[in-house]
């Protein structure tokens, strides 16, 4: 009798906690289980805006795949999902092929653009190991660059981040620690350099608690952020952004160095496969399959679950990527066990927190306000928790974050 | 009654000795002695091969200038010098001038690339602190990007090596260590990696011993340079460099990375001032004194000396402007005394180490000739050495190496 062939195809948060999951719920007889994915490690994406201000090396934010699988119940292929063909079950990788009894789609989201003109050329990303380190490097080149020049060229100490959403802030959060580390190591005047954050949106982190909002905003602004809210870009180029000022009229802001931090949308497989999708993301049914696919799951940032409370949908965290993934690994189970009833997924919010930087950050947890060292150890504390999820004790002890005061 | 004052430009070897040598045999109340220098800072200039490589941090091969004077007895002016105004006998600063009454000119070199097209606009250099560590970081954004562009630009893993000199050889040894180390960090494949040493010369490292241009070539090949002798630099353009190929016909080497570290010559200020000079460096006096200028000393690679025995001028070496500090200390404080009979400059090579990396070298020292671990713990000695003269052995424990196996 042929056993039913799991094929999970990413490797981040949700896709992991599965695949961790089914190797401990699942007997080696009962099921192949394939995990593909594009690199042969996992990146903690949360932590990618330490790695890009250079706070934190980005073999911190990433480990071994196999470190943390079972290669006994879990096959690893390294390789680039192309398409997934729902119809004859099968995923196409940009070499080779996987057939499928089950799918656990986990691919993670990528960078929305919002059609902005010019974003996608020139502007950096937090989005991977790949574009953090370089947007590391981007800036300490333009730091090493300041210096030699005859004419100094100002906007080289200039970084603008698009975005004043979670992503943003944190990043701006790390930067506030590491742009007096540039100036000493590149002997550059700290008053020449420039942070501004751009944000269309009237608020700083909307959806948060505004005392917490003012918090941050007034940490920042010491750190030497300067914000421009409510403010559109309307173009990237090379030299910099163009942004909307009043009604008609527009302003330059030269800047070297441009990071966009302001949108994710699922990942274009999903359209490309197919799928009825919102901005990559597919409304998945309360247990995650797709309608109209029950051998299909989509969890992580591909899946929309609407809030009910709010009838919004809830953001693409990763605390309910790795919620998923548990219930994916419970529904797989069930399915390969012959049992037809499936556990709907039921987002438990335990807290959100905002890093500001080394030793402080906002956030709400189990409904309490928190701001500065608390918030900042709780932050730990959630960043360690994800490790000790996939990897138990030994990752955390290895990747961990005990620099609590 | 005034006291004498001695204004010495430049803060490299030659100057720096001088001064400190100076502020050892003057009282304080025989003359004033005023030091120029464009940084705060000294320079190892033979160690920049290393800090732009990224093998040695560049705050490893510099340090205070105030750290080394008595500012009891020696006066320091951060300034850049614009011209010298000899028959008026005053320096002019860009944001300044100061008199004199005695002058040492020691203002280093340039790079010189003897008309060669687009070589100033688009190489880099091993010129000073701020253009070894942007150097340093240009290496390591071409390899932080490798893996980003969806269509690989291997030219962004070329590096191109313009002369087989002193400097480039080092430079070279120093990457042999580097770029088995850039790829790990970047995840980048060394087989992609090409380093190409173009030298116009029939030969690497012209007047070293053969054997040891044997040796040095047989290292540098099995750590992956490959040497283009022979071979000149037609034009470096933003995408590489064209080279002659033959008679009459170019080849052109595509190359995200070009360093120019074929020639020097003597500083530009030299010939601003009216100085009578080939390439900015003036045939001094035996006693290192300006011909029809006997309050003018001029020393380093600003100075040229004949070699009598073979009639072809002393190369500019860290070694010969050290002595020659030496000797204008000695007969400014002659001058100072009212002593007429100054002393000659009389080069003592004691021999030339020529480092292939970390831990091998190939050298000439009290005429026997040194390869490998020996030679390489040599030139550390060496290093240490002109660390020693300016500073003592504080500033060896500071700054030395003693990483000697």
Known sequence: MRIPKIVILGAGY???????RLQKQLGVNEAEVVLVNKNDYHYETTWLHEASAGTLHHDRVRYDITSV???????????????????????????????YDYLVVALGGE?????????????????????????????????????????????????????????????????????PELCQEYDVDFNKVRVICVEAAPTVLPGFDPELVDYAVAVLEQKGVEFMIGTAIKECTPEGIIVSKGENETMEIKAETVVWAAGIRGNSVIEKSGFEAMRGRVKVQPDLRVPGFEDVFIIGDCSLVINEEINRPYPPTAQIAIQQGEVVAKNLTALVRGKAELENFVPDIKGTVCSLGEDDAIGVVYGKKLTGGKASIMKKVIDNRSLYLVGGAGLVLKKGKFNIL
């Open 14 to 20: 949700g896709g992991l906690i599965t695949a961790v």
């Open 69 to 99: 699988i079972d290669r006994h119940k879990v096959d690893f292929v390294q390789g680039t999902v192309m398409e997934i063909n729902k119809e004859e079950k099968k995923v196409v990788l940009e070499n080779g092929e996987i057939n």
């Open 111 to 179: 960078p929305e653009t919002f059609g902005i003109k010019g974003l996608k050329e020139f502007a950096f990303g937090i989005t991977n190991v790949n574009s953090s380190r370089q947007l590391r490097e981007h800036i300490e080149y333009q730091f090493a660059t300041y210096n030699i020049e005859e004419e100094k060229k100002d906007e080289r100490l200039t970084i603008v981040v698009g975005g004043a959403g979670f992503t943003g802030i944190e990043f701006l959060g790390e930067l506030g620690n590491r742009i």
